[in-house]
C-alpha cells in the first residue's frame, strides 16, 4: 500500500465549478500536509500549507485536514480554466519541510 | 518569477554514458536540497537530500555509486548519473529548501529535467 493515495483523474469541470481534490494516506506521523500544483513542463509550486487538522482558506483555494481520517482535500471555488494543471498533495512528519511524501497528482481541466 | 533552475531542461543520451543534471537556487541562499525522480503517472519520490558541504543521504533502494550528488556551494547542486541505462530514463527533479522574504517557507522545486538513456 502506498503511503499517499491520490486519484490521477483527470478531473474534468467546467469554468465556474467548484473542485474537490483529495489525498488518503496511511502514515499516523504525518502533521504537516501541503498542496503543490504543477503546469506542464514546470516545477510544483506550493499552494496551500497546513499543519495538523484543521481548515485554512487563501482566496478561491480551502485546505481540509481530517487526521482522524487520514484524508485531506483541497476545494477550489470558481474554477478557471488557468486552474487546469495537476495538483499534487504532499505530507511530512517533520518539520522545515523535510523529507516531503508526494501524491501521484490529480490532473485537472477547466473548460472555458 | 523562477527561483531554482535546473540544467539542461532534457537529454538524450547513449547507454553507459555519464549524466550531469544541475541545480541552482537564484534568490536565496538554501542550505539543503533534494533530488527527486518521477516516472510516468507516478508520484515524486525523494532520491537523497543534500546539504551544503557535507555528503548527501539517500533513501533506501536508490544506488549512491550510481547517483553521484554534489552540493558545494549554497546555490548549486549536481546530480551526475553514472553509466546511465535506459531504465533510468525518468524526470528528474530538484527542490531547494529556503524562506524568501514574504514567501512561505517551503521547497521550492526546479522545472526538472527530461532524461531519455537510449
Known amino acids: 500500500q502506498k503511503e499517499v493515495e491520490q486519484d490521477p483523474g483527470p478531473l474534468s469541470v467546467p469554468e465556474g465549478a467548484i473542485v474537490s481534490l483529495n489525498c488518503t494516506y496511511s502514515n499516523s506521523a504525518f502533521q504537516y500536509f501541503m498542496w503543490y500544483r504543477q503546469y506542464s513542463r514546470k516545477g510544483p509550486e506550493l499552494l496551500m500549507y497546513t499543519y495538523s487538522s484543521g481548515n485554512k482558506e487563501d482566496g478561491r483555494f480551502t485546505a481540509q485536514v481530517d487526521k482522524s481520517s487520514k484524508y485531506i482535500s483541497l476545494f477550489i471555488r470558481d474554477s478557471q480554466p488557468s486552474d487546469s494543471a495537476t495538483y499534487l498533495c504532499?505530507?511530512?512528519?517533520?518539520?522545515?519541510?523535510?523529507?516531503?511524501?508526494f501524491g501521484t497528482g490529480t490532473r485537472l481541466l477547466v473548460s472555458p | 518569477g523562477a527561483v531554482v533552475s535546473q540544467h539542461p531542461s532534457w537529454v538524450i543520451c547513449k547507454s553507459g554514458t555519464s549524466v550531469k543534471i544541475e541545480c541552482r537556487s537564484l534568490?536565496?541562499?538554501?542550505?539543503?536540497m533534494f533530488w527527486y525522480r518521477q516516472f510516468p503517472k507516478q508520484s515524486l519520490m525523494l532520491m537523497a537530500t543534500?546539504?551544503?558541504?557535507?555528503?548527501?543521504?539517500?533513501e533506501q533502494g536508490v544506488e549512491k555509486d550510481k547517483f553521484l550528488i554534489n552540493h558545494a556551494s549554497l546555490t548549486l547542486s549536481t546530480l551526475t548519473v553514472t553509466s546511465a541505462h535506459p531504465e533510468d530514463s525518468s524526470f528528474y527533479i530538484c527542490?531547494?529548501?529556503?524562506?524568501?522574504?514574504?514567501?512561505?517557507?517551503?521547497?521550492?522545486f526546479g522545472p526538472g529535467t527530461r532524461l531519455l538513456v537510449l
Open positions: 527542490s531547494a529548501r529556503g524562506l524568501i522574504v514574504g514567501r512561505q517557507e517551503t521547497q521550492y
Open positions: 534568490d536565496f541562499q538554501a542550505t539543503t
Open positions: 504532499a505530507m511530512s512528519a517533520s518539520t522545515g519541510f523535510q523529507k516531503l511524501v
Open positions: 543534500s546539504n551544503e558541504g557535507s555528503k548527501a543521504t539517500y
